[in-house]
């Protein structure tokens, strides 16, 4: 009965709550905490919008970039109404936009760091999500290309060898004969 009593004083507080967390729960924005990425190769970095239950409409996506040395920067932009914009930066030609995630082309070492996506919506307001871009010098390749380097020039050296070897002993195979 005690039960019943303080559950009847307030039902729309306990409605508001599970509303409320049913909210916050349902809308966000999903990333990936760090992404490694590779000198020379493309990298796309997720992002979805979870809408609520009863759906928000996406008015504006963009990406920012906060590199270890500097400030953050306004990558790209897209706006329902006006489309797609890369800013005028370092990553202007090499980076797009397909549903919220960016793709960045011919990665190099300046494009670490801290990248934003930021996502406004009607009516629901704005989230957001960050990912650490790692980029690495990928050393399986270097490695890979010192070996074939070194096969190169032993199998020159080998060549090189056996041919003098024969040409040696054919010189001398005629200085006998003429004999």
Same mark, same amino acid.
């Given at each position: ?81 006006? !489309? /797609?914009?890369?800013?005028? +930066?370092? *990553?202007?030609?090499? &980076? ?5 995630? %960016? ?21 629901? !307001? /704005?989230?957001?999500?960050? +990912?650490? *871009?790692?980029?690495? &010098? ?5 490695? %890979? ?35």
């Amino acid at each position: 009965m005690y039960t019943m009593k303080t559950c009847s004083r307030s039902p729309l507080a306990l409605l508001f709550i599970y509303i409320t967390i049913q909210v916050v729960e349902a809308q966000e924005v999903k990333v990936w905490p760090e992404m490694t990425a590779y000198i020379r190769y493309d990298v796309t970095l997720p992002c979805q919008f979870i809408p609520g239950a009863k759906g928000a409409n996406i008015t504006q996506v963009q990406w920012d970039l906060k590199p270890p040395e500097g400030e953050r920067i306004l990558i790209i932009a897209f706006s329902v109404t006006h !489309g /797609s914009i890369a800013h005028d +930066t370092f *990553l202007k030609e090499r &980076v797009e936009m397909a549903e919220q995630s %960016l793709t960045i082309r011919d990665v190099n070492m300046k494009d670490a760091g801290l990248y934003t996506c930021s996502i406004a919506t009607f009516p629901s !307001g /704005s989230f957001e999500g960050t +990912t650490n *871009l790692v980029v690495v &010098v990928q050393e399986q390749l270097l490695m %890979l290309s010192r070996m074939i380097a070194a096969g190169v020039f032993v199998l020159i050296v080998l060549t090189m060898g056996a041919a003098t070897y024969f040409i040696i002993r054919r010189i001398r195979y005629s200085w006998s004969s003429d004999m």
